[in-house]
T-cell receptor, first 113, second 114 residues
Framework: GAVVSQHPSRVICKSGTSVKIECRSL??????MFWYRQFPKQSLMLMAT?????????EQGVEKDKFLINHASLTLSTLTVTSAHPEDSSFYIC?????????FGQGTRLTVV | AQSVTQLGSHVSVSEGALVLLRCNYS??????LFWYVQYPNQGLQLLLK??????LVKGINGFEAEFKKSETSFHLTKPSAHMSDAAEYFC????????????FGAGTRLAVHP
């Protein structure tokens, strides 16, 4: 099956700093990628749809200036959490679309201290 | 509104027993439906999917699900649970006109005890 790689798997950062998370489709091109946030013992909440070569589409309530998304190529989308605060600590997961199927990265556990 | 509902946030079964995880959707047009499994601190792995072909869908690890339009359901089953099946399971739907977005249910945590 298709492979989506997400990096890093874990990151700890200081409050006020920025963190970049990468999502790569390793063996296929993805014009669309999605970014999710998952709180402990909860479901996935869609944050934004990342479109190659254009601006991301954010879900209602998601701060565009805090969660910067860049989809500069057909195999890479990045999510940057800017000026991170402890409440941004969470599990972030990306997915890339191929045909009618979504392939998920391994997730990134972000801890802001 | 289009939604996915998973009945039962926690399900506990004995090893070797039948696994039944429930999923219902709400929409006038049947969506594409998916079941995913998530192990701790990992991403999601696709178990199976329904895309308007056969209503009984077989997936990996012995799981299967049946799409029932009259009941707007897509329940996941496995005849005999293994300890390794203990995980979080998510039902998801891709609705018509939803721009390829996946809408997830709240998830069901499956526990398997000896």
């Amino acid at each position: 099956g298709a492979v989506v790689s997400q990096h890093p798997s874990r990151v700890i950062c200081k409050s006020g700093t920025s963190v970049k998370i990468e999502c790569r489709s390793l063996d296929f091109q993805a014009t669309t990628m999605f970014w999710y946030r998952q709180f402990p013992k909860q479901s996935l909440m869609l944050m934004a749809t990342s479109n190659e070569g254009s601006k991301a589409t954010y879900e209602q309530g998601v701060e565009k200036d805090k969660f910067l998304i860049n989809h500069a190529s057909l195999t890479l989308s990045t999510l940057t959490v800017t000026s991170a605060h402890p409440e941004d600590s969470s599990f972030y997961i990306c997915s890339a679309e191929r045909a009618t199927e979504a392939f998920f990265g391994q997730g990134t556990r972000l801890t802001v201290v | 509104a289009q939604s996915v509902t998973q009945l039962g946030s926690h399900v506990s079964v004995s090893e070797g027993a039948l696994v039944l995880l429930r999923c219902n959707y709400s929409s006038s047009v049947p969506p594409y439906l998916f079941w995913y499994v998530q192990y701790p601190n990992q991403g999601l792995q696709l178990l199976l999917k329904y895309t308007s072909a056969a209503t009984l869908v077989k997936g990996i690890n012995g799981f299967e699900a049946e799409f029932k339009k009259s009941e707007t359901s897509f329940h996941l089953t496995k005849p005999s649970a293994h300890m390794s099946d203990a995980a979080e399971y998510f039902c998801a739907a891709r609705f018509s006109g939803g721009y390829n977005k996946l809408i997830f249910g709240a998830g069901t945590r499956l526990a398997v005890h000896p």
